[in-house]
């Protein structure tokens, strides 16, 4: 039995955001070398071997498994909704109608050549300031929540003393008692305007072909998913940079 389209979903998001995290370390571990390069004693060492932390990683791929099905659902609303497609005369069955050809629209009919999808470009363009304003907005604030909040809880490791996958497996690895959401909430606030307006230069156009060229919201979610590697690079690299 094949999986629901959501589960399909789930799991891409859940991956693709594994992979954007490890994208993101090795991105940030050559920057790191290319400047360690000019100082002398890192000249006699040599390079550092590029070691992956598995901690982001994970935080990453959980995130993504709880957050695609709530947009999923929110893809299926918004196409329900504003369905991105309306039925139109095809040109061949309106030149057969201009030319009064009874026969010609009654072939055209039984060949099911009567009527075609036509994109609805008013149903396109609301579902994109949509997605780009409620939806942007909730998503943003939902990873800035979930990231500092994550953070928060695992603030008592120490990342000298053990590997990423030891503390994983340690049994304590998120102290609830150690989140503060008062502070997490002001973060959110904080950096939530500055992610918004840097998705404005890159989702909407994602947003714009997907509901202008893909049918099905599994179709969606899969290119928003594969368009999501590179946002999710460099949201790994903020989220690094803020941690």
């Known amino acids: 039995m094949a999986p629901s389209p959501v589960v399909t979903a789930t799991i891409q998001a859940a991956i693709i955001g594994a992979v954007s995290n490890i994208l993101a370390q090795a991105i940030s571990a050559q920057k790191y070398d290319v400047r360690s390069k000019q100082s002398p004693v890192r000249k006699k060492r040599g390079a550092t071997p590029f070691t992956i932390d598995w901690v982001p990683v994970v935080q990453f791929l959980i995130y993504g498994a ?8 929110w893809q299926e609303f918004l196409e329900s909704t504003f369905p991105a497609s309306h039925p139109a005369p095809t040109s061949s069955a309106i030149a057969s109608a201009a030319a009064g050809d009874e026969k010609a629209l009654d072939r055209s009919a039984l060949e099911g050549r009567l009527v075609e999808p036509k994109l609805n470009k008013a149903n396109t363009f609301i579902k994109t300031v949509l997605d780009q304003t409620l939806g942007s907005a909730v998503n943003t604030i939902a990873f800035i929540v979930f990231m500092h909040a994550v953070r928060a809880g695992m603030e008592h490791r120490d990342v000298g003393s053990a590997g990423s996958w030891a503390f994983l497996t340690s049994g304590d690895t998120i102290r609830y008692d150690a989140i503060r959401w008062v502070v997490v909430w002001e973060r959110a606030r904080a950096e939530v305007w500055g992610i918004m307006r840097a998705s404005w230069a890159f989702w909407p156009f994602v947003s714009l ?3 202008g060229l893909l049918k099905t919201v599994a179709a969606r979610n899969l290119a928003a998913s594969l368009a999501g590697v590179a946002w999710g690079v460099y949201m790994s690299l903020v989220a690094a940079r803020e941690s």
């Open 66 to 73: 709880i957050s695609t099905p709530p947009n999923f659902m």
């Open 209 to 211: 072909l997907n509901f």
